[in-house]
């Protein structure tokens, strides 16, 4: 098993004929993922290298069943593109757009939670991996295989620092999933860690966090409740100065608020073992792994 | 850029007597144009200075006292004149502690305009240089109250506050007095209702006869954090004006400081607010990554980073600091960075004159290593550092562009397999330890 993206997926684009869009489809389909189609305005009827595009994501989803989309479209255009796609039925939205306005991501995010039929991941997110079944975004999969370790993160590259010093020890990946750098993120760490307790593949929770907002706080409180897989975190940021964006929109420490100190502080006060590198966090891993097999 | 705390040196025993009008030179608190309300997680964006929030307020009626912009003594005189005395003289910045450092004076008469816009023009108020006057008619003050809308991120809704304890620094009064803050969360999707109003100035325990004007004002101050696509907007104090007893004039409500942020992605909607940008307090190194499109943030230390996506760049600060050294800035390159950008990067870090020794951490998704390092090349021949450069390049033609970089064989770049080796490698080389003579490439071990 693995979470949210698998074998089952049927991945539309959204911006499938844009440079970057055109590049990931092909990436994610060489990958295996099955993708059905995609959507640009206009460019009905044409095809990107035998992938079907149409003018509208509800044509999309007649014609192809299509589950999944993938948004791939500049910041102005993603939260219509989201609405649309969650407008047609489409069950799964990964978001890939960074700089979409705050006030969009609130108008999106309340919409999808009042009508309760699409999950959002992201926005500016690297998107969604389950090694060996499918690619959903830009994570670049070569340094991944399959294995029983779930990845939730803010970040992409540090996601894939993770993973390859996990790959270099000899473990794999159920899913890795990255939940994006945005202050209003669709998903937050606490339905990625429900999902991971619930699937039988994941062994072991690696939970990559950042300064800003109170997303590891909440999931603290949440892995001491409801999780019984062992979880390892990294937070990043502990020498982010306050009131700086570090490159996130939501990378911001306010005030007192949003620390990484407090973060690492909230999750080990939980019990989950904080690793102060990426290194450490492999390292932590990789002795949990060994000691339960 | 400014502190984000400062607590404001005011008698916490506001007198309560409402009978008893005070004049005041405006902006009541010494306004900490950082303090951030109580348990609310910012989002950046984009500063406004107080008189380009109050035109915003008065776009979309909010009440605020009348005021001209100054850049002169003169200016500030016809201002004045035009506005009618007694006015109050405001230094434009974007920093908390104006009042106390003398910026903000009340003044009688023409004279005294003269003497207070010549002492505040030109005034060092925390490393910022006064520019700009803000003009503005005195208020008779009878009450100072507090309301804020403000994006909080955890609920996912704006959150609206209002209080009574008004003027002073607000999570002051959050610490001591939490009860003291009305606040309810707003529907995005539904928008401000006047019960909302009501609630807040009842839970608040506003005076009753302004119990409608602050209900109208908050339903405008929603108005301008939603179409203005505002992450912040805050009036602190709201003051209620002296009614008049001999004709029984009602008590008005103004907004007295206005605290706007805007949200930076949605300036292409807003190219009026666009131009709002003040750029004067920012650091000229960050102004001129800014320019090259690099995400940018300036720090203390001595060792240049550079790397790829925010979080690995992020972590890269922390490692190096773990192994004892001292980053000198953040420099996210992006993903997909070209040669060019690399180069173009590597000239901001080493502006920096501080900067000892530079550290590359790339790991390659989108980023190709081999574009790195053409562009690490490219930048020794343009620019000729004299400091040394360590480099971990992972990823995406990682084998490729350590090979490019051997073959160039350029001086004082060391390549390393590993973050942590890397980060422990420049640390020592910025603090003059190392082992190794310049010039001479290690081959690596990955």
């Avoid at chain 1, 945005?182 to 619930?198: N, R």
Wanted: with cysteine; hydrophobic share 40%; charged share 25%.
């Amino acid at each position: 098993m693995s979470i949210l993206v698998d074998s089952n997926t049927r991945l539309c684009v959204s911006g499938i004929t844009g440079r970057e869009g055109t590049f990931h489809s092909l990436r994610n389909r060489e990958y295996g993922t099955n993708v059905v189609g995609g959507v640009t305005p206009g460019k009905g009827g044409q095809d990107v290298e035998g992938i079907p595009v149409f003018n509208t994501f509800s044509e999309a989803v007649r014609a192809t069943d299509a589950n999944t989309a993938m948004v791939f479209v500049p910041p102005r255009f993603a939260a219509d593109s989201i609405l649309e796609a969650e407008e047609a039925g489409i069950e799964l939205i990964v978001a890939i757009t960074e700089g979409i306005p705050a006030h969009d991501e609130l108008r999106v995010f309340n919409t999808l939670r009042k009508n309760g039929r699409a999950r959002l991941i992201g926005p500016n997110c690297p998107g969604i991996l389950s090694p060996g079944k499918a690619n959903v975004g830009i994570i670049p999969a070569t340094f991944f295989s399959e294995g029983n370790v779930g990845v939730v993160s803010r970040s992409g590259t540090l996601t894939y620092q993770i993973g390859n010093v996990l790959a270099q020890r000899g473990f794999g990946n159920s899913t890795i999933v990255g939940i994006g750098g945005d202050p209003v993120p669709g998903t937050d760490f606490i339905d990625v860690l429900a999902m991971f307790e619930d699937d039988a593949e994941t062994e072991l929770i690696v939970i990559c966090g950042e300064i800003g907002g109170d997303a590891e706080e909440r999931a603290a409180e949440f892995i001491a409740e409801h999780v019984t897989k062992p979880v390892v975190g990294y937070i990043a940021g502990f020498t982010a100065p306050p009131g700086k964006t570090m490159g996130h929109a939501g990378a911001i420490v306010s005030g007192s608020h949003g620390t990484a100190k407090a973060k690492a502080e909230a999750l080990e006060g939980k019990g989950v073992r904080v690793g102060r590198t990426p290194t450490e966090v492999a390292e932590l891993a990789v002795s949990l792994l060994g000691a339960a097999a | 850029m400014m502190p984000w705390k400062e607590h404001v040196a005011r008698s916490p025993g506001r007198d309560c007597d409402q009978a008893r009008p005070r004049l005041r030179a405006g902006g009541g608190r010494d306004s900490d144009r950082g303090m951030r309300p109580p348990r609310c997680n910012k989002v950046p964006g984009v500063d406004l200075l107080e008189y380009q929030g109050k035109q915003l307020f008065a776009r979309h009626g909010v009440p605020v006292p009348d005021g001209r912009l100054a850049v002169s003594v003169e200016e500030a005189m016809a201002a004045a004149d035009d506005l009618g005395y007694p006015c109050v003289i405001k230094a434009q910045v974007q920093i908390g502690g104006r009042g106390k450092a003398g910026g903000i004076k009340l003044a009688k008469d023409r004279d005294e305009v003269r003497e207070h816009a010549a002492a505040i023009l030109g005034m060092n108020i925390r490393g910022l240089t006064v520019h700009e006057l803000w003009v503005e008619e005195a208020s008779e003050i009878d009450a100072e109250y507090y309301a804020s809308v403000v994006f909080d991120r955890s609920a996912k809704a704006p959150l609206m506050m209002l209080s009574t304890k008004g003027g002073m620094d607000i999570e002051e009064v959050a610490a001591e007095d939490p009860d003291a803050i009305a606040k309810l969360h707003v529907d995005p999707l539904l928008g401000f209702q006047d019960f909302h109003g009501r609630r807040l100035a009842f839970e608040a325990g506003v005076d009753q006869d302004v119990v409608r004007p602050i209900g109208e004002m908050l339903g405008k101050l929603y108005e301008v954090f939603v179409s203005e696509e505002a992450t912040l907007v805050e009036v602190n104090p709201l003051i209620v004006t002296s009614g008049s007893s001999d004709d029984g004039a009602a008590r008005a409500v103004r907004a007295l400081d206005a605290k706007v942020t805007l949200d930076e992605n949605a300036m292409f909607r807003h190219s009026d607010n666009a131009q709002l940008r003040d750029i004067s307090g920012e650091d000229p190194q960050e102004r001129m990554a800014k320019e090259r499109g690099l995400t940018f943030v300036k720090l203390d230390g001595d060792i240049g980073i550079l790397g790829n996506g925010a979080g690995l760049v992020m972590s890269t600060l922390d490692v190096v600091a773990e192994a004892g050294g001292s980053p000198a800035n953040f420099l996210d390159a992006g993903g997909g960075s070209k040669a060019e950008a690399i180069t173009s990067a590597v000239e901001v870090i080493l502006s920096n004159p501080k900067v000892k020794a530079v550290l590359f951490n790339i790991f390659g998704g989108i980023t190709r290593c081999d574009e790195v390092a053409r562009g690490l090349i490219e930048a020794f021949h343009q620019v000729n550092p004299q400091v040394p450069f360590v480099v971990r390049l992972d990823g995406t033609n990682d084998e490729e562009g350590r090979r490019l970089l051997a073959d160039a064989s350029l001086p004082n770049v060391i390549v390393e397999s590993t973050m942590d080796g890397a980060a422990r490698r420049v640390v020592e080389l910025a603090a003059g330890r190392s082992a190794e003579p310049a010039g001479v490439m290690e081959a690596p071990s990955g």
